[in-house]
Structures are given as structure tokens and as C-alpha cells.
């Protein structure tokens, strides 16, 4: 006899008439088969280091205390892992080589040949990509370039942390308008009005079968969306050279929005979408890439973010690395704010803030910060430091087993590591 399949939450949705994502809802899981909140990885990437004497945390829980370049996490510490002294051992370099295998560990190669290793995300979204339409989304605040770096690797490297396979990164999507787009299946920019229009009344049906909760959790999540797109249709107005005569129901231009804040919070807020509507479980985004030609005027710099961190005890230096950790911190706030199950969808993710180098041409550890503890997979207000433990003990990429093991996809290796990052 054949035991009848439970029918998926994807089904359950679809048997609604509702044809466009929703937040995870106890009543919707419940009818599903679902007995947890799903569990999710981001990745937040700086290129060019960070300023090390403002980046340390110490103390645990409510107690940690954080540097100047990490205070913007305050409110998260009790969510918080800050790791110190990791060490990619195939990223132990100058440019380029240490971004292209920041999420894989694997050597790279020089010269024409593009050859790197699977990236964790990507080994992530291969596992859920039959269980969400968007098996990850790879965003992006900067363009790649293209050439070789003086070390003759490719910039491609310093262009992408995201690999499908070892000669094959993952595109990066830089339109805020085209990835928002994305999440519900590329309708939202056919249509003349707002994507919600087309479906506010299969919501209110669906919302109608819900209990209390749900139906707050709803209504919450269709102002979000609401948002998110008001931000898409502004900066079509006012950013990315769109000018304030542009069409209200146009998408934006592919390019650069001139705030790298409000580009990197929209960004954030497509991420928080995703995960909140289950419509991608795995998200990276690249916030400068290595080399990074990127410009700041709002805060008062006027030379490009690479040329200053070779000076990276500078104030000028110091005020960029803290705008990058107030947008990982601007995310971790969007999600806390997601209420989900017994907790939030923070609680249900692991989100990390990386960056290649230590400080300028120094790999011999890296800056990595966690958030989320995987629906109680990892622990968490905790600060961690294995640089003295010996090369072996903290590699960078046992993390990343220990990480695999707590999102429910263990391997037997990963990159240079065979064994999980001891006590985490």
C-alpha cells in the first residue's frame, strides 16, 4: 500500500488561488506537513579588508562589547557570533585571489583559465532548489570588471563570491527593479500598477482562513512588499540617472543608484523578501567588490574605497567599513522584525558579514561576523577567537561544514577542511 504524499505548502498555496508568495504561516504550514520554519543562509561581502584595531568584540550575550566598527550590532548581540582569526588558507594573498574562493576555499588558478571551487551558497541552493522557485539570489552593489590583476589572476576573482561550478561564477544581478521582479516570477514588471494589486483579494481570502496571528503576519508582510516596491519606483524617479521624469510605471535603468546606502538597503530589502515568502532560502550579497572602485560622498570621501585601505587605520577608511556593517545591520533588523513560529525569521537564518582580508594584503585571518541561530542549531551571543589554536584548527571552511551540518546538508568535506571548526 502507498503511503499518500503530503501536500507540499507550495501546493496548499496554489489550491488557494494565491499566486503569489506569502510569509511562512502556522496555518499554511500546518495544513502542508510542515513542523518547523525553513532555515536560511545570506552572505554579506566587503571587498579591501576592514579597519583592525576597531574590529573586536569580547564579553558574551548582553554583556559583549563591540568595537567602533561593529557597534552598529548592538541591539543583535545576543544573536550575534563574532569569530576571530579564521583563516582561508588558498586566499592567504594580495588581490583577487582571496575573494574568488571566499565562500569555497579552493585554489585558484591563474592566468586565462578561470578555475575555482563550488561556493557554499551554491551548495545550498542545489539542495533546496526543488523546494523554492528562486534556488538563491546573487545581488550585487558594484560592477564586475574584467582584465587581470598585476598577480595574474583574473578579476573575475575579485568580482564574485558566487560559483555554480569551479569555472562558472553565478551572475550577479545589480538592478534593484530586475530582482525585485524576480521574486514573483518576473509579473511585477508587466504590470502597470503595483504587483499587490493583482492579488490583494486572493490575500484577503487567504487571510480570511488564518488564525490571528497569520493574519497580522499577512498584513505586515503586504505592507512590506508595498514598501519595497514604493523604494524600486522611487529610485527609478530619482537614482541610477532615471531623473524625476521618469514614468512612475517604469522599471529602473540597469546601473548604480548615487546613495550606496539606499542601493544596499534595497537590496537588503529584496534578501528579507525572499527569505520572509520562502521564495529563495540562500541570498549573497556583494557590497564592494575586491579592488573596489567605489565612491562615497555622503560621507564626506572623495577618493575610491581600495585607495584607502591601504591606510586603513584612517578615519576615512574607518567611516566606509562602518557603512557597509550599519547595511548587514539595517538586514538583521528587517528579518528580527519578521515574526515566524515561536520566533523570527532571524532566529531562522544564519547571516554572515565577510570580508577577504584582515587588512590591506593580509589574509592570515578573516573579519567574519554571524547572525541567526538556525532555529536553535547554533548557539549564539557568543565572541569566538581561534588564532592561536594552530592553522588546522581554524580554517575558515570548517566553519562553513559546521554551517552545512546545521542548515541540514552535511558533507564529508568542504574546501581544505575534513573536520568542523572545534566548539562551534
Avoid at 83 to 106: F, M, P, Q, Y
Avoid at 207 to 218: F, M, Q, Y
Avoid at 250 to 274: S, W
Avoid at 348 to 372: D, I, K, T, Y
Amino acid at each position: 500500500m502507498t503511503t499518500p504524499r503530503m501536500p507540499t505548502r507550495r501546493a496548499i498555496l496554489r489550491g488557494l488561488g494565491f499566486t503569489v508568495a506569502l510569509p511562512w504561516m502556522e496555518s499554511v504550514a500546518g495544513a502542508a506537513g510542515a513542523k518547523a520554519p525553513p532555515k536560511r543562509f545570506a552572505c554579506l561581502f566587503i571587498g579591501d579588508g576592514i579597519s583592525p584595531d576597531h574590529w573586536w568584540a569580547k564579553g558574551q550575550g548582553a554583556d559583549m562589547e563591540l568595537g567602533s566598527s561593529l557597534r552598529s550590532l548592538a541591539p543583535f548581540r545576543q544573536k550575534l557570533n563574532v569569530v576571530n582569526g579564521l583563516w582561508n588558507r588558498e586566499g592567504d594573498g594580495g588581490h583577487a585571489k582571496c575573494t574568488g574562493n571566499i565562500l569555497s576555499g579552493a585554489a585558484l588558478k591563474r592566468g586565462r583559465t578561470i578555475q575555482g571551487g563550488v561556493s557554499l551558497d551554491q551548495v545550498l541552493a542545489k539542495r533546496f532548489e526543488d523546494e523554492t522557485p528562486q534556488p538563491s539570489l546573487v545581488l550585487g552593489c558594484e560592477q564586475p570588471v574584467s582584465g587581470f590583476h598585476e598577480s595574474q589572476y583574473s578579476m573575475v576573482y575579485a568580482s564574485h563570491i558566487s560559483w555554480r561550478s569551479a569555472d562558472s561564477p553565478v551572475p550577479i544581478e545589480l538592478n534593484p527593479a530586475l530582482a525585485f521582479d524576480s521574486l514573483f516570477g518576473g509579473k511585477a514588471g508587466k504590470l502597470r500598477g503595483s504587483i499587490l494589486d493583482d492579488v490583494l483579494d486572493q490575500a484577503k481570502d487567504v487571510g480570511g482562513r488564518a488564525g490571528g496571528t497569520d493574519r497580522r503576519k499577512l498584513d505586515e508582510y503586504l505592507e512590506s512588499v508595498r514598501e519595497t516596491e514604493r523604494q524600486v519606483q522611487r529610485l527609478n524617479r530619482t537614482g541610477a540617472g532615471g531623473g524625476n521624469d521618469a514614468p512612475a510605471g517604469a522599471r529602473p535603468p540597469a546601473g548604480q543608484p548615487k546613495d550606496f546606502r539606499e542601493y544596499a538597503r534595497l537590496m537588503c530589502d529584496i534578501v528579507a523578501l525572499g527569505f520572509q515568502t520562502d521564495r529563495s532560502r540562500v541570498a549573497t550579497l556583494l557590497l564592494s567588490r575586491d579592488l573596489s572602485g567605489q565612491v562615497y560622498p555622503f560621507l564626506g570621501i572623495r577618493d575610491d574605497h581600495h585607495s584607502y585601505s591601504h591606510s586603513n587605520e584612517g578615519k576615512e577608511y574607518q567611516a566606509i567599513v562602518n557603512c557597509h556593517v550599519e547595511q548587514y545591520a539595517y538586514l538583521l533588523g528587517r528579518l528580527a522584525k519578521m515574526e515566524e513560529g515561536e520566533g523570527t525569521v532571524l532566529d531562522h537564518s544564519c547571516v554572515m558579514f565577510v570580508s577577504e582580508h584582515w587588512n590591506a594584503h593580509n589574509g592570515r585571518q578573516v573579519p567574519l561576523v554571524l547572525a541567526g541561530g538556525l532555529g536553535g542549531a547554533l548557539r549564539t551571543g557568543r565572541t569566538l577567537d581561534y588564532l592561536k589554536a594552530g592553522d588546522d584548527k581554524r580554517k575558515l571552511c570548517g566553519l562553513y561544514l559546521a554551517i552545512l551540518d546545521a542548515m541540514g546538508v552535511p558533507a564529508a568535506t568542504f574546501g581544505d577542511a575534513k573536520e568542523r571548526l572545534a566548539g562551534f
